[in-house]
């Protein structure tokens, strides 16, 4: 399985574009980019997933360069509730293969 | 439409004790997955199961099994609970074809 390397933490103020940044440096030909923001004492929740280029959706943009060896998740006007933890995962797009979570990146919004 | 549902909500055991806990998939969803979640960690894969039948597995010991019923829900076991396996234990849903798996609240277990 392709490693993910991304920020431990990040700070932000509330209005302000953030962009979390993955690296995948071993990542498959077949294997898709996903995103999962996860609150406290909650289920991480499905943000964005792309294979390449750009994908943007009601809440983010994901940026996938042309080497695909990293990826950029782009939050726009954040807001304090925004404040989670973003896990970045690489592998198939399908729903039964079992995810597999780094660290992720601590995002914390002021106001 | 009900999302995923996990019951109970928090438990307390003793070590040595052993430990159900339940899932409820989204409306129609086949597959259910368990994950352990430590504090301060990203969560761990624990098995999934669809058609009845464990179909994957990550790397947790045998004390850890689990069941699918027809209707598709699902339980988790844990047999001789040691502390470490204190954690926020995680049940999420998905189908074939699909592309992402819907998470529930967790069930936030406490070995003392």
């Known amino acids: 399985l392709a490693k993910t390397t991304q920020p431990i933490s990040m700070d932000s103020y509330e209005g302000q574009e953030v962009n979390i940044t993955c690296s995948h440096n071993?990542?498959?030909?077949?294997?898709?980019i996903t995103w999962y923001q996860q609150f406290p004492s909650q289920g991480p929740r499905f943000i964005i997933q792309?294979?390449?280029t750009k994908v943007t959706n009601e809440v983010a943009s994901l940026f996938i360069p042309a080497d695909r060896k990293s990826s950029t998740l782009s939050l726009p006007r954040v807001s304090l509730s925004d404040t989670a933890v973003y896990y970045c995962?690489?592998?198939?797009?399908?729903?039964?293969?079992?995810?597999?979570f780094g660290s992720g990146t601590r995002l914390q919004v002021q106001p | 439409d009900a999302g995923v549902t996990q019951s109970p909500t928090h438990l307390i055991k003793t070590r040595g004790q052993q430990v159900t806990l339940r899932c409820s998939p989204k409306?129609?969803?086949?597959?259910v997955s368990w994950y352990q979640q430590a504090l301060g960690q990203g969560p761990q894969f624990i098995f999934q199961?669809?058609?009845?039948?464990?179909?994957q597995r990550g790397n947790f010991p045998d004390r850890f099994s689990g069941h699918q019923f027809p209707n598709y829900s699902s339980e988790l076991n844990v047999n001789a609970l040691l502390l470490g396996d204190s954690a926020l234990y995680l049940c999420?849903?998905?189908?074939?074809?699909?592309?992402?798996?819907?998470f529930g609240p967790g069930t936030r277990l406490t070995v003392t």
């Open positions: 409306s129609g969803h086949d597959t």
């Open positions: 995962l690489v592998g198939d797009a399908a729903g039964r293969r079992a995810l597999t």
């Open positions: 999420a849903s998905s189908v074939a074809g699909g592309h992402e798996q819907y």
């Open positions: 199961y669809y058609e009845e039948e464990e179909r």
């Open positions: 792309g294979y390449k």
């Open positions: 071993n990542i498959a030909t077949n294997d898709y």
